[in-house]
């Protein structure tokens, strides 16, 4: 169950990071305050999304990844151990997710933002996911 977890919360922490440099940005905030706070600290919990969304835009306009990296990491850890806390939270977030899904999927206007979502779903309980762009021999030229 521990890496389904792990998985559930890398997807959500990637939605979330993707999330916070678009247009809709208000809206999925305001999801994900209330998943964190659970109606308490909402004030903290919004100040540190929005001081995780600023440093990810000062990371993607000084194209600096391992900071945007660092924004990742950090709400992928707090997912972890929310969901660890609260194993009922794994269906608040998936609903979320699911939600997100479509908004994900739809192109973005900026041209400098590049969206990616990766979500693993599955029972295996140990094993490694590898992600490639293209996987294979490049094209031959033709003679």
């Known amino acids: 169950m521990d890496a389904e977890l792990t998985a559930l919360a890398t997807a959500g922490a990637t939605a979330l990071v993707q999330q916070m ?4 940005w208000g ?23 929005e001081e995780s969304r600023a ?3 000062a990371a993607r306009d000084t194209e600096d990844e391992d900071a945007a990296a ?9 997912l972890r151990r929310t969901l660890r806390q609260d194993p009922a939270a794994a269906a608040e977030l998936r609903a979320l997710l699911d939600e997100l899904a479509p908004q994900l999927a739809a192109p973005q206007h900026s ?4 969206n990616t979502h990766n979500t693993i779903n ?8 590898i992600q490639a762009h293209t996987v294979g021999e490049p094209p031959r030229p033709r003679p």
Request: glycine residues 12%; aromatic residues 6%.
């Open 55 to 57: 440093e990810l835009v």
């Open 111 to 114: 041209t400098t933002v590049h």
């Open 122 to 129: 599955g029972g295996v309980h140990h094993g490694m996911v």
């Open 21 to 24: 440099v678009t247009d809709g």
């Open 27 to 49: 809206n999925v905030r305001d999801r994900v305050v209330a998943f964190f706070s659970r109606g308490r600290d909402e004030e903290v919990v919004e100040g540190e999304l």
């Open 70 to 78: 660092d924004v990742q990491a950090s709400w992928r850890s707090r």
